[in-house]
């Protein structure tokens, strides 16, 4: 409802428009003009995964992509195995395939009605089991 | 035994260490030229010699907002390449003695500047004027590399627009912190802000978050005097006039009250006037 009316007034308000089209467009500018932070935050990223699960590091796709109301990274970190102990709660149960962790970290969406940036989800393998959001990486809603 | 005075020159003044600023925005057509020709005056105004280099080469634009096209016989090229004495080169402004332009070529090409000579000529300069700005071509090629080497500081002008924020940001990136840039806002309408049509000097500087020096409206009075090569700042009154002198004071390091934006409305039709001002 409330966003029913913030959409409805929006128009009028093209100064705000300008702010947040402004904010998505430098965000995607310093990233791409930063490209060893970037590599060094994929590092870490993929650490911090590893550090969980075991993952496949030369298969892992990390992306930005400016989405409706943020900037979004989406990682695609394909799994080879999991902990006896890991986090994901099937305790140890082995797979042939390998999972996919899907993850999107949506930077400064406007407000906290505003629409959350859901991943698209690329390239998930048919035959691979549901990916796993882990709730640290992702803006979407729980469940 | 007595020295033999020269000629008087435009650079008779003895070594000194002037300030070489450029004034750059990465966009184009959105005030450099204007900003600079203005500033110009307004610093020669306070007593300061000032020296102004169109580095536009190609679109020489400086001497006409200045009104000094039909004095310009030389040009930077000539100087850098050494065919052309520097003070034969400079032409002294008809309103203010102290103000001189060394004027771009038009019929050169930007890529023909020897950025080492360039950064040397500017250097010279900064021996005999208080002065020396810059008006930097639009954008982040060879020309804007050139319009820099000699600067030691940077005035970035911008507009309050999407891609000229966009610009100046980059423009501030590639600059880094060795010029201190600090910002003008220019053609500000301070009746759209209000209306939420126009990004304001806040919202522009929530992203650049620079050192804000000056704020100049929107002035369709500007292309009058840009008609008769006249800068506003050369006016008694006017809003716009004293924004530029405060500017020019803020730059000399007056402290100028932060620039203040008024929505004024007068006569019966409540025309929306728009006040800047601070220098008081
Ligand atoms: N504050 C202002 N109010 C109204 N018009 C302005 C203002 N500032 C600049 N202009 C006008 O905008 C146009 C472009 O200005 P100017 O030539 O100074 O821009 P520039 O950044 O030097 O352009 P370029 O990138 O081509 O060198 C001119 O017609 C000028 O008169
Ligand atoms: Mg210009």
Redesign the pocket.
């Known amino acids: 409802m409330i966003e029913f009316f913030r959409k409805l007034f929006a128009p009028t308000n093209s100064s705000q428009t300008a702010k947040e089209r402004l904010r998505l467009v430098l965000m995607t500018d310093h990233l791409s003009l930063a490209p060893d932070m970037i590599e060094q935050m994929k590092r870490d990223f993929i650490d911090v995964i590893a550090k969980y699960v075991e993952v496949d590091r030369d298969k892992i796709e990390i992306n930005f992509e400016q989405q409706d109301k943020a900037l979004a990274m989406l990682a695609n970190v394909p799994i080879l195995a999991v902990n006896r102990n890991g986090g994901g709660g099937d305790g140890g149960k082995k797979r042939e395939e390998p999972a996919t962790v899907e993850a999107a970290a949506a930077t400064g969406s406007t407000g906290s009605t505003a629409t959350p940036a859901l991943p698209r989800r690329r390239r998930r393998k048919k035959s691979a089991p549901p990916a796993v959001a882990p709730s640290n990486a992702s803006p979407a809603p729980a469940g | 035994m007595h020295e033999v005075q020269p000629e008087p020159v435009p650079v008779a003044e003895k070594a000194k260490r002037g300030r070489a600023i450029v004034i750059t925005?990465g966009?184009?057509?959105?005030?450099?030229?204007?900003?600079t020709a203005n500033l110009g005056h307004a610093l020669a105004a306070r007593g300061c010699s000032v020296a102004l280099i169109d580095a536009?080469v190609g679109?020489r634009?400086l001497d006409i907002?200045l009104g000094l096209e039909s004095r310009v016989k030389h040009n930077l090229l000539d100087v850098l390449d050494g065919t052309v004495e520097l003070d034969d080169a400079i032409v002294r402004d008809k309103h203010n003695a102290s103000l001189v332009l060394l004027a771009a070529a038009q019929t050169r090409e930007k890529d023909e500047v020897d950025t080492e000579k360039m950064k040397a000529l500017v250097e010279r300069m900064r021996e005999h004027y208080d002065y020396v700005i810059i008006?930097c071509?639009?954008g982040i090629e060879g020309g804007f590399k050139n319009a820099v080497v000699g600067a030691d500081e940077a005035i970035v002008?911008c507009t309050p627009e999407v891609s000229a924020v966009r610009d100046v940001d980059r423009v501030v990136g590639l600059l880094g912190n060795k010029f201190r840039p600090q910002l003008i806002v220019?053609?500000l309408r301070p009746a759209l802000v209000k209306k939420g049509k126009m990004l304001s000097v806040e919202d522009v500087n929530a992203i650049l978050r620079l050192p804000l020096l000056g704020v100049?409206?929107?002035?369709?009075e500007?292309?009058v005097t840009?008609n008769r090569g006249e800068p506003i700042a050369l006016r008694k009154d006017g809003a716009?006039a004293a924004a530029y002198h405060a500017i020019a004071a803020k730059i000399a390091g007056e402290d100028v009250a932060a620039p203040t934006v008024e929505i004024k409305e007068t006569g019966f039709f409540g025309r929306l006037g728009a006040m800047f001002g601070g220098a008081k």
């Open positions: 925005s966009k184009g057509g959105v005030g450099k030229t204007t900003t536009d679109l634009n907002v008006d071509p639009a002008v220019n053609r100049i409206a929107d002035e369709p500007i292309i840009t716009t």
